[in-house]
């Protein structure tokens, strides 16, 4: 009995406690101090305060600037507060910015996802969606597959000039192999030389793994020689983003902190394309634990403009494909970490739908959120590597068998497709011109709270699995201080009600998108982060394609080869992949955006010195860094 009664009370004074910090923002200087020792009282076993105290709650007025820098906030008697959620091993300076955090961008949001889903009680309108599964073992979903019906190229020949080769697509490639007319040794050799020679300008490589590469290319050579061809894939080098685990090498995480990791396992998606004769030959760079481009190594620019760095964390899976240092890169996206480096780099890519492809032995930021999707050429290689690496993952319980149907079979001009406002026009009339019906649109709904259901989604999952991290104080040693270490403090104080709330309002979002979905596809900006934040959150693929290029700003004076990449966004409801995709490869197939190579090799007075910076800092990094 006695541990019930303290149960009841301890639960009643955390409730006090997390009223007292959702209203931080109203609290002057020892606000906070009194809703402890009110909480403190109820150890006392004054239960029936607590009523009163809640009831006597109002909606607190906004607090301006200026008092916020006058009185400032108790950091004493947040501290104290967090002593009780096991979380006081911040220090002041971090006590700060956690308050200030939570009032600028916590607590608006929880406000605006209450009123969406909480003003009824019962629970029984808007439910999480968070899914039980009481199942103790996977189920099995195996059925079969059909592949792709691919369209083999033919009459296709050898470039004389090995830049030329570079910058084929995986048909093109695949159809070299074929024919014989160069091995996958070859063109390992061509790329790996490729990587080497522009790594010191894009710093876009963690690890070479040349023997490797070089011990899949014998393999692939000796299987066709035998007379067994294994797909479009054979023999075709690709990089791998550096969440992803291959046994025998590092897997970084981008992040100083993990820089000598090697995780003994073979990830699904490693499995799958070493199953389709592919040959991997590099780790590719990411932003320190999958964010943004900066990394222990470096910060990984964009080919098109090396002034630039090519954003997202999936920055040199981006820029290596972009720069025809591999022809397919695989990368993932969390909230637009293959959006937005695509776009950046101007190279087509797919963000599939949630679960189309198995996670397992990849870094995890958001069970919920987390995708992998390929960097190609154009829309028929998204395609082509989609195909090799979708499947159901028995060790990851998201991942299932999405029936997509084949791309390259749909009839497009049976397909009613809209645009957005902000969609690139020339893919609208391109596609209209090709019979597709093409009507104006606008995706309706009421939920305001898209990003801040984003944010706490995906913040408190990422703190989830780096509770460790953060507790170690590790964060200290992050790479860029003002991204993930900001963000996973301010997460600490998002409780777990608002978390659930957050999940239903999520469902109601999901609910009203796909209501106001009565097309086929859509197409509109692929970097807005509305649209970023919306379509990750309902698990929609889209397809990201180059539809032209402008002058930078500011060109130096007698004009320069630098360009800023235009793309858009093509959409489509979850499981509807192959409809994007087809709708891509239908533009593509009339443009020739896709096919032009960034100037890499057009380095001015200020890239050279900007180039000799590159290669001393690389001279400093540890010798086995590649």
Known sequence: MRRRASGVVLAAFMCVLAAAIADLSWAPSGGLSAAVDSAKQLLFGKVSRYHKFYKGIKEPAPVSESKRRDNGYDVSALRDALTYLD????????????AEGVTKFNIPGFRENRKLVADVDGGL??????????????????HEVRTFNYPYP?????????????????????????TRQITSRELTEIFIRRLKRYDHVLEAVVTYTEELAYSQAKMADELLEKGVYLGPLHGIPYGLKDIVAVPGYKTTWGSKVFKDQVIDAEAWVYKRLKASGSVLIAKLATGSLAYDDIWFGGRTRNPWNIEEYSTGSSAGSAASTSAGLVPFAIGSETCGSITYPSARCGITSLRPTFGTVGRSGVMSLSESLDKIGPFCRSAVDCAIV?????????????????????????????LTVGYLEDAEIEVVNVLSAMGVKLVPFK????????????????????LSHFDNWQRLRLDDEYEAPDQWPVELRRARLIPAVDYVQAQRARGKLIQEVRESLTVDAFIGNATDWEKVCLGNLVGMPVVIVPTSFKNIKNPPEGGTPRRTTVTTGIYAPPNKDHIALALAMAYQSSTNHHLKRPPIDDLGPDDLELFNVFVQRRQVLEPDHH
């Open 443 to 462: 995706l309706n709904y009421t939920v305001k709270s898209v990003q801040e259901i984003l944010n706490f989604t995906m913040d408190v999952d990422v």
């Open 87 to 98: 979380a006081d091993f911040f220090d002041d300076s971090k006590m700060l910015e956690i």
């Open 125 to 142: 309108h808007n439910p999480s969606v968070l899914v039980f599964d009481p199942s103790w073992v996977i189920r099995d979903e195996s």
């Open 154 to 178: 033919s009459g296709v020949k050898r470039p004389e000039m090995e830049d030329d080769i570079s910058f084929m697509t995986i048909l093109e490639l695949g159809a070299l192999i074929k």
């Open 386 to 414: 989609l195909d090799a690496i979708r499947g159901k993952d028995p060790d990851d319980i998201s991942s299932r068998h999405v029936p997509l149907d084949d791309p390259f079979s749909v009839d497009i001009t049976k």
